[in-house]
């Protein structure tokens, strides 16, 4: 983790922790939470905050459940947007959402729903679901399964053909293997402009969530929905802070 986020992290702690002594944020609008990897090596994660350990990944649910009793909002399935609730997200299809996520949630009754990598399931990387893992996965009742790109590469600094492509096989790849619909996606490193925004609407998706910071209320449009990150090395406090909203205005600083 570089000092300079670091600081801005601690900052952004501190600060949250001032909004939450002053401000309570609206209890009506939904909040997509998005987590990554729990036991698995996250590449790309030059700050190490995207891959908690199964006994961290748990406080952090008790601590969203906590926040979600304390506004009265019921957890939601991604398809329920947009009414009022907490929506539990992962990106990457990590192998450990089938022996570690779905256990956790399940019990605790909670949907959540899994943005895959296409090309990933093939790959033979240990790290990430395979076909066999993919469609157990699905077999759980509160699990919904959605798109995170065929290659997982920015959408964004594609040709629009490739872009194109890239999306229909993100698409095609999960709804051939699980043989049902997958209208859902996540923007691979959460990058997205107008023209990857509308590429995923003509390829057939009709809710797609990106890394702006902050709630989702009913006016967002439905291909740009914000979340909130949560991380390793979060206290059970920042989590709460974080989905009551105390958090929102560092998508300034993102």
């Not at 990944?57 to 009793?69: C, N, P, S």
Request: one cysteine or more; charged letters at 20%.
């Amino acid at each position: 983790m570089s000092t300079a986020f670091l600081v801005k992290r601690r900052g952004a702690a501190l600060l949250g922790g001032l909004d939450a002594a002053v401000r309570r944020h609206p209890a009506d609008q939904a909040r997509l939470v998005t987590f990554h990897a729990v036991g698995n090596r996250v590449d790309g994660d030059v700050h190490g905050i995207y891959d908690l350990t199964p006994a961290e990944f748990a406080r952090h649910v008790d601590a969203v459940v906590g926040a979600a009793e304390e506004t009265g909002l019921p957890f939601l399935s991604f398809a329920e947007w947009p009414a009022p609730g907490i929506v539990v997200t992962f990106d990457d299809g990590y192998a450990d959402l089938v022996g570690t996520v779905a256990p956790v949630l399940s019990d605790r009754g909670i949907p959540f729903h899994c943005f895959v990598t296409g090309d990933r399931l093939d790959a033979g990387d240990p790290r990430y679901l395979d076909r066999a893992a993919l469609t157990e996965l699905a077999s759980v009742p509160l699990a919904g399964i959605g798109a995170h790109g065929w290659r997982h590469s920015p959408l964004d600094a594609m040709q629009a053909d490739e872009r194109d492509n890239d999306l229909l096989a993100s698409r095609s790849s999960l709804e051939d293997l699980l043989q049902r619909a997958v209208d859902t996606m996540s923007y691979p490193f959460g990058r997205v402009n107008g023209d990857v925004r509308n590429a995923a609407e003509r390829a057939g998706f009709v809710r797609a969530a990106c890394s702006t910071w902050g709630f989702a209320p009913p006016a967002c449009d439905p291909l740009l929905l914000p979340r909130i990150d949560l991380w390793a090395g979060d206290s059970p406090r920042t989590v709460r802070h974080k989905v009551l909203g105390h958090w929102n205005w560092f998508g300034r600083l993102s």
